[in-house]
């Protein structure tokens, strides 16, 4: 009889254990619909090995400027690719672990004044400091 109760304790534990472990990489929502023409990262980027390319999606286009969102096979790293107009040298990706909310990265160029955060699902974005702006769901931008 005292089994039965400490059997199911221990099911009812190991199955929140492996839904939390789930629920905590699962990358950014964005990544989960199924790819557009326009979601094709252009070919001059060039990629980390562990980056999947083809998980390229386009978060949002400001100012000829495209944002684009990919990850690594396992959905734990997240990148950013921030793409200004034309094919020059001035893009730049910015990559980490997307198993939080909040701030992914924070990338920044000198060159073209382009700074910009992308952020994890759910994040908190009502108290955006001065100077900062919503352009997408994950995508903040420093307006110089």
Not at 55 to 66: E, K, N, Y
Not at 74 to 95: K, M, Y
Not at 111 to 118: H, Y
Request: proline share 6%; charged share 25%.
């Amino acid at each position: 009889m005292k089994l039965a109760p400490y059997s199911l304790v221990v099911a009812a534990g190991l199955a929140a254990l492996l839904l939390s472990g789930c629920s905590g990489e699962s990358g950014l929502r964005a990544l989960d619909r199924a790819a557009a023409p326009e979601d094709i990262l252009p070919s001059f980027v060039t990629l980390q090995e562990y980056v999947d390319r083809d998980s390229s999606r386009l978060l949002a286009t400001r100012d000829g400027v495209r944002y684009f969102a990919l990850q690594n096979d396992d959905a734990r790293t997240t990148c950013l690719a921030v793409i200004p107009p034309g094919e020059g040298p001035d893009w730049q990706v910015g990559c980490s672990d997307t198993r939080r909310s909040g701030e992914i990265v924070n990338m920044s160029s000198s060159k073209d004044q382009l700074s910009t955060i992308p952020l994890g699902d759910d994040s908190d974005t009502g108290k955006i400091e001065p100077g900062w702006t919503k352009i997408a769901d994950n995508v903040l931008v420093f307006d110089h």
